[in-house]
């Protein structure tokens, strides 16, 4: 198959998805491309759902510029495409009279980045603010605008958004070639088909280095995978924390953390694991007992028997280190962009904007369009409805009446709109990412059947050919008793 496109971006991750977005204000047809079988790439889908305001950065730097730049826009974009987001604050405790010796440094760094809100607070501050926070804490730093979002939802939602003004997505696609003629980029080869295009934005993030070794573009650095494993506890878990809660990092880590997620489950981690295996997703006992360990020195009573799910993710660890974002030295119409590690989420939105001036700074003719829509509205939550809007839902749609996820009240008319929407989900996992069916203490348990049932019917597909995630993870296996031509289980 063939297609003509004028920008591909390869990776559909938070920047790959943010910089499609802001393309689409453009008159400039734009084509993403991701091997996996939903939006969100590996370490967008699997962090720790924090926007930054960037107190920490490595100052006078890119990635410091990026995140203070975004945190100055993200409540409008929230708003625009309809996202959860809360700003909870964080609080940095110390512990140690030698973590405590290491607040000044941390409060000097905020002040070197222009976050001038970031304050000392008194044992007896800390512990009015969050009770559960250690005893024996000596003092530690407030950083009031640090906030928590849905990660998933925000990928998701800049996908639909871009879609909707004319982007096209080419999910489970890998990319295997790069097609260049006298050093210029002319088409991008993909287990879909050839893509003819003048442009090429590599976002690939833990693969960037291997799609810029397709034009001879990875001079220098390589990525290595740096795995984070986290715990996620039940909602009804007794020990939770309003703020964010950081521990003192060190040269090496930004260490273990708490928080309360958007959705209201207290996540802690994440470890930081150097690997070779970019594929290696596996949660281990030893690892997360660390996690434990380390985060009962900030807050004793957390209790990890209420744990639901482990995880893990991958950070893009680019070595040498630093945001490097820019068109290439020796291949024209390529352009690439490494080592976005950690802040990732917290600079997605600014590094699209920044993007696209390169392109403009570079002579791209990029013409405004003012027929851009900059508002997406999600799917509603049956779950937050109101008794009498529940009542309205149903009557519109009797499928709001069927409740297919009893630990978060997830109905089937959300699955529907999940599966038809713009780059709509395909998956389990997808399902599970945009309605949280499955998310619950179950586990999937209960709905994850249904939720098969309901894939196969919507897609018009075998409930057999039902794929967790990525290709060839089948959810079932063997004949299906009952199942029809239309895949019904």
Known sequence: MYYSTDIVIIGAGAVGTAIARELSKYHVRVMVVDKRDDVGGDASKSNSSIICSGFDCPPDTLESQLCLSERAMIEQVVKELDVPFRVCGAIMPAVTQQQMDILPHIYEDAYANHVYDVEYVSPEQILKMEPEINPDVLGGLYIPRDAVIDPFLLVVAQAENAAENGVQFLLNTRVVGISVEHGQVQAVETTGGTIRTKYVINAAGLFCDEIAKMVDECDGFVVKPRKGQFFILDKNTPCKTSHIVYPIPTPETRGKLLLQTIHGNMLLGPTAEDLEDKEDHSVTAEELEGVERDCKKLVPNIRVQDTITQYCGLRPNRIPAGFHIGFGKKTQGYFGISGIRSTGISTSL????????????????????????????????????????????????????????????????????????????????????????????????????????????????????????????????????????????
């Open 350 to 489: 600014a590094i699209a904007k920044y993007v696209v001036k390169q392109f403009q700074d570079a002579g791209v003719k990029l013409e405004r369009s003012f027929t851009f829509q900059p508002r997406r509205t999600g799917i509603e939550k049956f779950s937050e409805a109101s008794d009498p809007r529940r009542a309205e839902l149903i009557a519109k749609n009797p499928l709001y009446g069927r409740v297919i996820c009893r630990c978060e009240t997830v109905t089937e008319a959300e699955i529907v709109e999940a599966i038809h929407r713009p780059v709509g989900a395909r998956t389990v996992d997808a399902v599970k990412r945009r309605v949280r069916a499955g998310t619950g203490r179950c586990q999937g348990g209960f709905c994850g059947p249904k939720v098969i049932e309901i894939l196969a019917r919507e897609l018009r597909i075998p409930a057999s050919e039902i794929e967790k995630n990525l290709a060839g993870s089948y959810m079932l296996t063997g004949q299906i008793r009952g199942e029809g031509e239309q895949g019904n289980a």
